[in-house]
């Protein structure tokens, strides 16, 4: 009796084991064919904006749509592309993407982002390729409170500002002999002057002594088209919107109009000098030199009342000027002097003075400069839109920067060989690095697998 119980007991529990493992089997990843339910049949209608139509701004739009396809799939979104031209500007383009309904707004460079902010509060905007998006949105400080990277409204996204500690470190280490170093300042150009006031910072940090040297952009860089000299350097009526981050932007008035003050557009931006600056750098004498004849006090009058005539210092004697005075020289990210570099480049080149620039447009006529992948930007972009779409609140999305790890630090072999200057295998040459690499490679992509 007993083993007939035993017996039965056996069988049943069997019996569950079976009915247990088929189960299992049912609900596996191999079998799961359900259908796709209509809360995932949603297609989210995106227009683009580009500030250029150039390679990076097609990069930056390439990794945004990455991002998008990663997290969300392609099936769920369309992307409508428009550029800003002289036909179309960018207050055009803005408002056809407002009248398109769309859901969201992507864009690259500071006067799509300006357009499109105007054209709408409602609908999220999504920006990249904005170095200052505290200066680009007219964002006030509150009290001297430290800005927390948040909009406040319907925008946010990543800024193009490269590390500039990393730059800074970048000259003391392509420098032999670092004494002082030469800012080049266009008065024209706000977002230069804001990063140029960064490095200037972790100069005196570093205790190492800085000098401005004023430099008008070219019409061309500007985009004005009233009439200028181009050869001669002039005060200029603009000023940077803002300084160093975390600083009080307040605008000290002028008159009754709070547009019109010390920190506004329509204030004079003079050339700065460091506090530590003794002097220009100390260059050793050759023997020839010692023989000069030192220059009559009718000459030296002579000499310093032309210096003091601003209007007829020239480009090329503007950069003499700092080559014999500095040992090294800083051109900040997307410069408006940047076609003027040939020019900048081959003075500094002759006069043995290291040049570093903020980007690799700059850095063709440069000892060395740092690379980020635009690609990695606009990646960085689209996952601040997945957040939008998954619901947080766009306000709240702090403003992104790109990842410094991924920087890379090139040198031009041409201008190093006339420097007589051998890089580590931490460098890469600049032609052949440009000319190999892929953009995105770099950057690590999401995946469900």
Wanted: net charge negative.
């Amino acid at each position: 009796m007993k083993k007939r119980l035993l017996s039965i007991l056996l069988v049943a529990t069997m019996c569950l084991s079976l009915c247990a493992c088929k189960g299992k089997t049912e609900v596996g990843p191999e079998n799961d064919t359900k259908e796709e339910s209509t809360e995932d049949s949603y297609s989210y209608n995106i227009s683009a904006l580009l500030s250029k139509d150039n390679n990076m701004d097609e990069i930056l739009l390439q990794g945004f749509s990455d991002a998008l396809t990663d997290y969300i799939g392609d099936e769920h979104f369309t992307i409508t592309t428009s550029y800003a031209t002289e036909e179309t500007p960018s207050d055009v383009i803005a408002a056809d993407a407002v009248k398109a309904n769309s859901d969201m707004i992507f864009t690259t460079g500071k006067s799509t982002l300006s357009a499109a902010a105007d054209a709408t509060e409602t609908i999220p905007i999504v920006a990249t390729d904005i170095i200052d998006f505290k200066g680009a949105l007219r964002i006030a400080s509150l009290n001297g409170k430290s800005w927390d990277k948040t909009t406040g409204r319907n925008i946010t996204g990543v800024s193009s500002k490269p590390s500039i500690v990393d730059q800074v470190s970048l000259m003391i280490e392509a420098t032999k002999d670092l004494q002082t170093v030469g800012i080049l300042f266009s008065p024209e150009d706000t977002d230069a002057i804001y990063q140029n006031e960064i490095f200037e910072a972790y100069l005196d940090q570093a205790g190492i002594p800085w000098k401005e040297y004023l430099i008008p952009a070219t019409v061309t860089a500007t985009g004005h088209e009233e009439p200028q000299n181009s050869t001669a350097l002039s005060a200029s009526k603009y000023v940077a919107f803002s300084a160093k981050e975390g600083m009080d932007n307040e605008v000290i008035s002028l008159d009754d109009n709070p547009l019109f003050g010390l920190n506004s557009p329509s204030s004079t931006r003079v050339a700065l000098v460091s506090d530590f600056w003794t002097g220009p750098k100390t260059v050793a004498k050759s023997s020839t030199d010692d023989a000069e004849p030192e220059a009559d006090d009718s000459t030296k009058a002579t000499k310093n009342e032309s210096d003091d005539i601003e209007s007829e210092i020239t480009l090329e004697s503007r950069i003499k000027e700092a080559c014999s005075e500095c040992s090294a020289i800083y051109v900040p990210y997307e410069s408006m002097l940047t076609d003027q570099m040939d020019v900048i480049g081959s003075i500094a080149e002759d006069e043995d003075v290291v040049v570093v620039a903020g980007d690799t447009n700059i850095g063709q006529h440069s000892l060395v400069t740092l690379f980020m992948d635009p690609y990695s930007l606009g990646y960085a972009a689209g996952k601040k839109a997945v957040r939008v779409f998954n619901g947080d609140d766009i306000s709240t999305i702090k403003i992104g920067y790109g990842d410094t790890d991924e920087c890379i630090k090139l040198y031009n072999g041409q201008i190093a060989e006339a420097f007589d200057i051998e890089f580590p295998k931490s460098f890469n040459e600049f032609e052949e690095f440009l000319s190999t690499y892929t953009y995105g490679s770099n950057t690590t992509r999401f995946s469900f697998n």
